[in-house]
């Protein structure tokens, strides 16, 4: 099965999303890996003073060397697991003009697990990188925001099981992103955002 392609770019915002990415056996297939494969370990961090347990599961891998700093530290990444670097070769099949070399790993267990506003606007990532984000298991809305006078311009895209979701362009320098709660999910839900940490150079989303 072909997969298809939607354009849902925002102003500033280079956005192609593949709600069909992968076929349903190999994306379960995928997911029950990733669920004996991975070291998943939770992390905390320190905000005010305070110490928080960060509200998911995370893993880090990647070729030999590459490091990430992220939520104040730095990591280095484990090296690739089957699973995780079938996917990477998959992502390079169908994305030729990119190359990924390390791929933050989150799990959130159910819908009361989540991730804050943020963008991966790292300085190791370059200033136009081209991220590449797998979605299996449960359905998730990621929420998009940018700041327009004194409010806030919003767009969901909502993630379903074997999906693929490219940011590209200026993206991560006008736009932040977060996973919100949903207290109905029941099911886990495993995300694997694919970058490019050495040689960062400029990109543009969608199949090539």
């Not at 990532?125 to 940018?146: D, E, H, K, Q, W």
Request: proline letters at 5%; a neutral charge.
């Amino acid at each position: 099965m072909t997969p298809t392609w939607e354009d849902r770019s925002l102003d500033g915002a280079d956005l192609v999303l593949s709600r069909d990415w992968i076929a349903r056996g190999a994306a379960d297939a995928w997911l029950d890996a990733l669920s004996r494969e991975v070291a998943w370990r939770s992390e905390r961090l320190r905000v005010f003073g305070r110490v928080h347990e960060v509200p998911r599961r995370v893993a880090f891998q990647g070729e030999a060397g590459v490091r990430y700093r992220y939520s104040g530290r730095e990591h280095e990444a484990e090296p690739w697991t089957p699973a995780v670097r079938a996917i990477r070769d998959a992502l390079h099949a169908a994305l030729p003009d990119a190359t990924f070399d390390g791929a933050l790993l989150n799990l959130y267990r159910d819908g009361r697990d989540a991730m804050g506003w943020h963008a991966d606007d790292e300085p190791e990532l370059g200033a136009r990188p081209v991220i590449a984000s797998v979605s299996l298991g449960a359905t998730r809305a990621l929420r998009f925001r940018r700041r327009r006078g004194d409010g806030w311009e919003t767009a969901t895209l909502e993630l379903p099981h074997g999906s693929l979701l490219v940011m590209a362009g200026e993206t991560q320098r006008w736009w932040q992103h977060a996973l919100p709660r949903r207290a109905r999910v029941t099911e886990p839900r495993v995300n694997l955002t694919f970058r490019r940490f050495r040689d960062a150079c400029d990109g543009a989303a969608g199949p090539v």
